[in-house]
């Protein structure tokens, strides 16, 4: 989970984060967190662990950046929409879930202009879950 949910996004941004600064144009960089990085439910301890970690990482790294007009969130979904959700919850109301055309216009929205002010934010994506 770790490796999978917390390094991934580290290393990541530590090799794009250069490249964004000496463009001298800046960047946008958005990570996927969960709503379990905020308030775990119980028996997810490591899940749990790696996203709380990722939100701590875009808050900190959205601060060494922002002088160089890079702008670093992360969003936090939810149940996804997905086949493979539906696959593994199939008594589960799949309505309520967050669709995943919802979650990509946010971080559509996240990488526009219209967001130059946004950095460091941990955006909730829940659905109606």
């Known amino acids: 989970m770790m490796n999978l949910n917390l390094k991934s996004a580290f290393l990541i941004s530590k090799h794009v984060i250069p490249v964004m600064k000496s463009s001298g ?30 939100i701590r990482l875009v808050e900190s790294i ?40 919802d979650l990509a216009n946010v971080v559509l929205f996240l990488c526009s202009q219209e967001a130059k002010v946004i950095t460091g934010a941990a955006i909730p994506t829940y659905g109606l879950s």
Request: hydrophobic fraction near 30%; charge should be positive.
């Open 62 to 101: 959205s601060r060494e950046t922002q002088e160089s007009g890079i702008n670093v969130n992360c969003i936090l979904p939810s149940i996804i929409d997905t086949e493979a959700s539906r696959k593994a919850m199939p008594k589960a109301d799949f309505s309520r879930w967050v669709k995943t055309d």
């Open 25 to 54: 144009r800046g960047g946008k960089i958005v990570h996927i967190s969960s709503r379990t990085g905020l308030k775990s439910e119980g028996f997810d301890s490591a899940y749990a662990a790696s996203k709380s970690g990722l």
